[in-house]
């Protein structure tokens, strides 16, 4: 069967290539557009392959209200009031029109998450390459069709979502037309414990939906997402910051610039060590063999003597005869002397 394959901006991603990074500004530019042009510029100079935004306003995405359920409890943001949250983490829509020709004129991709059908059409004005769906949006069917009518690359997060969530997003998005499809597993904790994240369903969501499978990680540090390669993913997001200490609504759990270079390279180095089922002698190995074990001489042996354990054995370098002759050899007399240090070859034998 034909592995899965998207293309976003001409980048081919699944598991035949390495994987695609993606770095997520969120609302980590504190309300200010020179931070984000510094943001993509980190993301770019990390190697990651995209930036993405979030694509929302506060009156886009909730109600300025104060009745129940309007108001964070627990975790990182308790105590705070979704729609003054929103207002200061949400990346202003004069904003994009900069930020997508800046990203285009270093050459890193950029697209976004739209939160409603308004920010959809902001983005395809802009010629996005492809839609994101976040984790809370998943359950929004008509905001998921309306993204695949577009046509464009569709990743969706499934950070709370139970299977028939994901199954009803995945038959909303190809019903709308969507053809290439990517599935994050996500656990939507800010942070995620590592022992909460449960990667071996990335397998189990790659064969159940026929899609690529990838990781949006909201664990500390970049282990997780090296994980996550090893065990098939081939998009890693990770949210990323210039400065944790500078501080920012999603900067606890954000890496900084050298951590995201770090996450680039050993993700696709975990990548690249997946290499394929494989048991010939490879390049790096071609110094080693001679270092093996084998049969030597270590006492001398004068000719018509027999060999014996205490004048034989299975030594380093690599050069004699392999190991499992020993039994064969014991007993066996010398043709001539022998001399200590001497690999044994069958024809110094009688």
Request: proline residues 6%.
């Amino acid at each position: 069967m034909t592995e899965p394959l998207v293309t976003i901006a001409g980048r081919p991603i699944g598991p035949a290539h390495p994987p695609y990074v993606i770095a997520e500004m969120s609302g980590n530019h504190n309300g200010d557009i020179e931070r984000a042009i510094a943001l993509i510029d980190a993301a770019k100079a990390a190697g990651a392959d995209a930036v993405k935004l979030q694509t929302y306003t506060a009156d886009t995405i909730t109600l300025d209200h104060d009745g129940p359920g309007f108001t964070v409890e627990g975790g990182l943001w308790d105590g705070r009031r979704l729609y003054e949250l929103y207002e200061e983490a949400h990346t202003p829509w004069d904003w994009h029109e900069r930020l997508f020709a800046h990203a285009r004129s270093i050459e890193i991709t950029v697209f976004s998450s739209p939160f409603d059908p308004t920010a959809v059409d902001l983005l395809e004005g802009l010629n996005a390459p492809a839609y994101k769906v976040a984790s809370f949006e998943i359950v929004d069917l008509p905001l998921i069709e309306r993204m695949a009518r577009t046509g464009k690359p569709l990743i969706i997060s499934t950070g709370l979502s139970t299977p028939q969530d994901i199954e009803e997003a995945v038959a909303a998005a190809r019903g709308a037309g969507a053809t290439e499809l990517v599935l994050l597993h996500c656990t939507s904790g800010y942070p995620t414990p590592a022992s909460q994240m449960h990667l071996r369903t990335l397998q189990h969501l790659a064969g159940a939906h026929a899609v690529v499978p990838g990781l949006s990680d909201h664990s500390m540090g970049t282990a997780v997402s090296v994980a996550a390669v090893a065990l098939g993913a081939c998009v890693i997001e990770k949210h990323f910051c210039l400065s944790r200490a500078e501080g920012g609504v999603d900067s606890a759990f954000s890496l900084e610039p050298e951590e995201l270079k770090r996450l680039v390279d050993d993700c696709r180095d975990a990548w690249a060590a997946l290499g394929s089922v494989h048991y010939e002698e490879v390049d790096a190995e071609a110094s080693s063999r001679d270092h093996r074990r084998s049969l030597y001489v270590v006492a001398d042996i004068v000719a018509g003597a027999a060999l014996t354990e205490q004048n034989v054995r299975s030594i380093r370098p690599g050069f004699g005869l392999p190991p499992k002759h020993l039994p064969d050899v014991i007993g066996r007399l010398a043709a001539r002397d022998l001399k200590r240090g001497e690999p044994l070859a069958w024809d110094q034998l009688v």
